[in-house]
Structures are given as C-alpha cells and as structure tokens.
C-alpha cells in the first residue's frame, strides 16, 4: 500500500510530506496507482519549483519520497505554494477513493510552527 502524508503547521499551512510504499495493484511498469501517485506528486513539485522558484528539500528512494519546504517563505509565495499543495492533496484524494485499498492519505499536525 502507498501511504501518504501531509503534515500541517497548527496555521494549517502544509510544511512537508513523506509518500511510502508500493501500491501492488499491477505488476511493476504497469501499476496505475504508482504511475498516477508519482506523476501527481513530482509534478506538484515541479509545479512549486518553476511557478514559485522554491526549491524544496527532497529525499528519494524506492517507493519513497519526502518532501520539506523551506521556512522562510513570504507571505505571497508561501500562498502560491500552498495552493499548488493543496490541488495536490485533491489529485491525490480522487486516486484514493477509487484505489483505496492501495493507497492511504494521512493528515498529522507539527506542533511546532
């Protein structure tokens, strides 16, 4: 199962997420959840890079992903961003409620800003 997390700042803004796992819904090269988790959430990042010019921090390896914004962001970028986040998370969400048995999305809290 491909689990997905989004942490929230307690402002609500989202400040990272970590996708692990494997989806297994087809043989490898062939998993449509795998192929529609990873285009939405690199192209989100893609997005935030070329529309913002944030660069965030990323860590990747098989069946994972996180991804950690910087702190320092104005006001009007970190709007930008996490409007490009958000649409994310809705991508994601229709994935899920078709798939749901091969991916889960999580919200958790920092509770630290």
Do not use: W
């Not at 795998?34 to 935030?48: E, F, L, P, R, Y």
């Not at 996490?82 to 809290?109: A, D």
């Amino acid at each position: 199962m491909i689990n997905v997390t989004f942490y929230r700042m307690k402002s609500h803004s989202i400040h990272s997420f970590v996708i692990s796992g494997h989806a297994f819904f087809a043989e490898r090269g062939k998993d449509i959840v795998c192929a529609g988790v990873s285009a939405v959430s690199i192209g989100t990042i893609n997005a935030i890079h070329a529309l913002t010019g944030v660069t965030p921090e990323i860590e990747q390896g098989d069946g994972f992903l996180r991804c950690v914004l910087p702190k320092d962001l104005s006001e009007n970028i970190q709007e930008r961003v996490q409007l490009l986040l958000e649409g994310m998370i809705v991508s994601l969400q229709t994935i899920e409620e078709e798939y749901g048995e091969h991916m889960k999305i999580t919200f958790k809290k920092q509770e630290v800003e």
